[in-house]
């Protein structure tokens, strides 16, 4: 079971939509409720509320968090964070820098010492309490190594340097398994997802951690759980299987459950929910690879044929009401955008909801070399 909660779900809001039921189907309480909770994916009313008390205190809106109000250090990690929603984009993340290197938030508190990978930072702070590496605080209540995870500011430091702030945490007792509920939402976005980056707003709003592979070897190495449902459905939407592959190394396939799964039960997806999405996504887009992948770790594909990655008409729309070509200028992918306009895509159609062509996509994507190569096609 998955459960299908809007954002930032309230058992006071969820109540009242039962009594709507009520009044309108003229049904019992029980009854209501009973058909509320199914409505969500949960099995009965007591599992629904059960799942709102726990994620009451792991439930965090990043969108929701007023930057105008904040200063200083505070202001410096919502900058440099990824919030998963449309305002992550590099200006942010460059604003974050300017502000480190006008002043010394990184000594303000452990959570933007931890956002900005800095080491003698962390020392000072961990000196004066171990205790602070699992402290929650900063604008979005996380986690110290929640903060260096899900930072995106340029700051130029090295690999050794990220891992070497990473271990600090760890050896303090951070927990590798931290993580927080989107919206209330109930797969968590955890260290890992903060890592492996990426996600619904393409690899240039929403990238990896520059030093991805390295740092999720850490965590996997200091007790990260392999089965991330929000790391496998944030880079699903790009041929790039490393995640894959990393997390399958680390026993991915046949874990048993996860700290998130016992805490959460029936509101988190099962495997075989979250492996069909894969297969799903990898068959409706031709991710052939993705799929022998797949297979040779035991996930069952079935018997599908991989979909070629253009469909009979190049020019199809889709349920958001835009092409293929749209997509591919979205993600950036330079080999698809040139299929499909050898095969006669037309760069010129805009999409439904935006009413922008396939370059506009590519150009608030922050895709700049696809941009590039719609905008000569256009001049041809």
């Known amino acids: 079971m998955a459960s299908s909660l809007p954002n930032n779900p309230s058992l006071d809001r969820l109540r009242a939509e039962a009594r709507e039921l009520q009044a309108v189907e003229r049904c019992s309480t029980p009854e209501a409720e009973l058909r509320v909770a199914r409505r969500y994916g949960f099995s009965g009313w007591p599992a629904l509320?059960?799942?709102?008390?726990?994620?009451?205190?792991?439930?965090?809106?990043?969108?929701?968090?007023?930057?105008?109000?904040?200063?200083?250090?505070?202001?410096?990690?919502?900058?440099?964070?990824?919030?998963?929603?449309?305002?992550?984009?590099?200006?942010?993340?460059?604003?974050?820098?300017?502000?480190?290197?006008?002043?010394?938030?990184?000594?303000?508190?452990?959570?933007?010492?931890?956002?900005?990978?800095?080491?003698?930072?962390?020392?000072?702070?961990?000196?004066?309490d171990a205790g602070w590496a699992r402290a929650r605080g900063g604008p979005f209540g996380w986690e110290p190594l929640l903060y260096l995870c899900y930072s995106r500011v340029p700051l130029g430091r090295t690999g050794d340097n990220w891992l070497s702030a990473a271990r600090l945490l760890l050896d303090a007792g951070a927990d590798p398994n931290a993580g927080y509920l989107w919206c209330g939402l109930s797969t968590p976005f955890t260290a890992l997802t903060g890592v492996f980056g990426e996600g619904e707003q393409?690899?240039?709003?929403?990238?990896?951690?520059?030093?991805?592979?390295?740092?999720?070897?850490?965590?996997?190495?200091?007790?990260?759980?392999?089965v991330d449902q929000q790391t496998l459905y944030n880079r699903m939407f790009r041929r790039d299987d490393s995640h894959l592959e990393q997390l399958f190394g680390h026993g991915l396939a046949d874990a048993g459950p996860s700290p998130w799964e016992l805490r959460l039960g029936e509101a988190m997806e099962s495997r075989a929910q979250m492996w069909q999405r894969q297969v799903d996504w990898a068959v409706e887009h031709?991710?052939?690879?993705?799929?022998?992948?797949?297979?040779?770790?035991?996930?069952?594909?079935?018997?599908?044929?991989?979909?070629?990655?253009?469909?009979?008409?190049?020019?199809?729309?889709?349920?958001?009401?835009?092409?293929?070509?749209?997509?591919?200028?979205?993600?950036?992918?330079?080999?698809?955008?040139?299929?499909?306009?050898?095969?006669?895509?037309?760069?010129?159609?805009?999409?439904?909801?935006?009413?922008?062509?396939?370059?506009?996509?590519?150009?608030?994507?922050?895709?700049?070399?696809?941009?590039?190569?719609?905008?000569?096609?256009?001049?041809?």
Do not use: K
Request: proline share 7%.
């Open 286 to 380: 031709g991710f052939t690879d993705r799929l022998e992948l797949l297979a040779r770790n035991g996930i069952g594909v079935g018997a599908v044929a991989a979909s070629a990655v253009i469909a009979q008409d190049p020019n199809a729309l889709d349920d958001m009401g835009a092409t293929p070509l749209h997509h591919a200028a979205w993600d950036g992918d330079l080999e698809v955008i040139r299929t499909l306009l050898d095969a006669g895509a037309d760069p010129t159609i805009t999409d439904a909801r935006f009413q922008a062509t396939p370059l506009g996509w590519a150009e608030h994507a922050y895709q700049t070399e696809a941009a590039e190569l719609l905008r000569a096609q256009a001049s041809t």
């Open 202 to 226: 393409g690899p240039r709003r929403q990238p990896r951690h520059p030093f991805a592979p390295d740092l999720a070897a850490l965590l996997l190495a200091r007790g990260a759980h392999p």
């Open 49 to 128: 509320a059960h799942y709102l008390t726990i994620a009451g205190p792991l439930t965090v809106d990043p969108g929701g968090v007023d930057e105008a109000g904040l200063e200083g250090a505070d202001r410096f990690c919502a900058l440099a964070s990824l919030r998963y929603d449309a305002s992550d984009a590099p200006p942010r993340w460059q604003a974050a820098a300017e502000l480190m290197h006008t002043n010394s938030v990184v000594y303000e508190h452990v959570w933007a010492a931890a956002s900005a990978g800095d080491v003698p930072a962390l020392q000072h702070h961990l000196a004066e």
